[in-house]
């Protein structure tokens, strides 16, 4: 698979995670049904994120940065966000402003990762051979 369709399903991933988070503090734990669901939709998109950033760094074979770990760190994160949000431990509009921040950063560090996050490797000089003549 190209790393086009990893990165395909990297936003729909995210789609599904961010829908799973707003539907779930929309809701709440009371509403049983609907709260399941949104819990669903968490879960799917946090496996969507997960194989398809790594389908996408195996395919580009850029090995494992810095910004990588980070990355995992913020879908830690966000994974863990409904049990806190369930528990009372933090408020919707908290929870709410928290994913969109950790969202930013992780899409930034995703966007921008060769321009600051990773050392270029530069290519040697080319040597050129004496001129003959």
Known sequence: ???EFYKIIHVIGLITLFTGIGGFL??????APRAKMVGILHGV???LL????????GKMGIGFPAWII????????LGALLAVAKRGRVS???AIVTAL??????????????YGFSIP??????ETAPAQG
């Open 1 to 3: 698979m190209s790393p």
């Open 26 to 31: 929309t809701y709440g734990a009371a509403n």
């Open 45 to 47: 998109g946090l496996l």
């Open 50 to 57: 997960l194989v398809s950033g790594f389908g996408m760094t």
């Open 70 to 77: 980070v990355k995992l760190v913020i879908f830690l994160i």
């Open 92 to 94: 919707p509009r908290g």
């Open 101 to 114: 921040a950790l969202g930013f950063v992780a899409a930034y560090l995703g966007l921008t990762w060769k």
């Open 121 to 126: 490797k530069v290519a040697p000089a080319a």
